[in-house]
């Protein structure tokens, strides 16, 4: 079964995926589209919208739907229902946040930016990472859900490094548990591997 | 038999699919209904400050496609395989981009200048873009679902989205867009959804203000 994803030459919405394919050990083509192909390109897309995951001669769309498609068929959603609607549910949580996120990053008035990124810090990141941070330490070990690696794991630490890198270093220093989280998700051997040789 | 509650506001709004699902697969649930006064008060104790909540024996769940997904999967409504439940999933997501944005101009824009804009935009812009689309997935499946031969959650989660728009927006909305309208009207008319949507008496509207965040 061939795996191809089709998405912009950055992390955005595309590196979960790239990351949860690398965890579950599976060969892909990474289509990467440069921004200036994609007006011709964007037609042909099922919602005229990237990512699209294609599987053989089938196309999935839809960033968390593409997610949840490989953590089931490879495992990688917890150990039954109720933990994988969890994933679901703190994936969703985390999608929220970075569409604040995206407000914020893509602002192009340097005055907004600055007002929006004080917004993101003081008041959306508290709302968001108290609770997900104080869930990570209630569940114990390394992981949000269960005892194992979930494809929630992935995506809450791709999405919290990219705040990390955009919008300010030290926004995890008062999420000690997240933190953890994180370091162990890009410590998995894959995933790490994946990165080294990108 | 797991003992289901949904808590939300006494509106449609997010909790609207869940009820219709309920009924579709005949399984009984607590309507518990926080009254918008209560609301700062009770909002201390959700988990992410937010409703709807679905409380499965006393564990609850949050995020409205989660809880939807959830219980499609639970009552077997969710597709015949991976694919068609992928696809489920799809469908839901790529409209909820839609009604987060009649969520944001009716109840959270506060400058009226921007809601009319952003609601021009919606009817000339984003309406056109998804309806299109959904349009000639539906058409080409034929039948009266979405996903393959059988009614799954994604197909009441949609039709939930297109009767809001329809209702709120512009009630000629689907005039274009035959095969959705006939969709729509299928699964609003099964026997079962028929019968909660009579009883129940909710609407669309109804809090005071932005009580959904």
Known sequence: MSYKLTYFDFKGRGEAIRLLLATAGVKFADDRVKLENWPSIKPHTPWEMVPVLHVGDRSLSQSLTICRYIARKFKLMGANEWEASKCDEYAETINDLYLEWIKFNFEADPDKKAELKNAFLTTLVPKYLIKLNTLQSNNGGNFLVGNTLTWADIFVADKLQTFEDTVDQGVLNEYPHLRKMKDAVFAEPRIKAYIEGR | ?213
């Open chain 2, 1 to 213: 038999m797991a003992q289901y509650k949904i808590i939300y506001f006494g509106i449609k709004g997010r909790a609207e699919a869940f009820r219709m699902i309920f009924s579709v697969a005949d399984v009984k649930y607590e309507d518990v209904i926080i009254k918008s006064g209560d609301w700062p008060a009770y909002k201390q104790s959700t988990p992410w400050g937010q409703l709807p909540l679905l409380e499965v024996d006393r564990k609850q769940l949050a995020q409205s496609s989660t809880i939807c997904r959830y219980l499609g999967r639970q009552f077997n409504l969710c597709g015949e395989n991976p694919w068609e439940s992928a696809k489920c999933d799809e469908y839901v997501d790529a409209t909820n981009d839609l009604i987060e944005e009649w969520v944001g101009f009716t109840f959270l824009e506060t400058d009226e200048a921007k809601k009319a804009e952003r609601k021009a935009k919606f009817i000339a812009t984003l309406i056109p873009n998804c309806f299109s689309k959904l349009e000639s997935i539906k058409e080409k499946n034929g039948g009266d679902f979405l996903v393959g031969k059988k009614l799954t959650w994604a197909d009441i989660n949609v039709a939930d989205k297109l009767q809001i728009i329809e209702d709120d927006v512009d009630p000629t909305v689907l005039e274009g867009y035959p095969n959705l309208k006939k969709f729509k009207n299928a699964v609003l008319s099964l026997p079962k959804i028929k019968a909660y949507v009579e009883k129940s008496g909710y609407s669309y509207k109804g809090l005071e203000n932005n009580l959904g965040e």
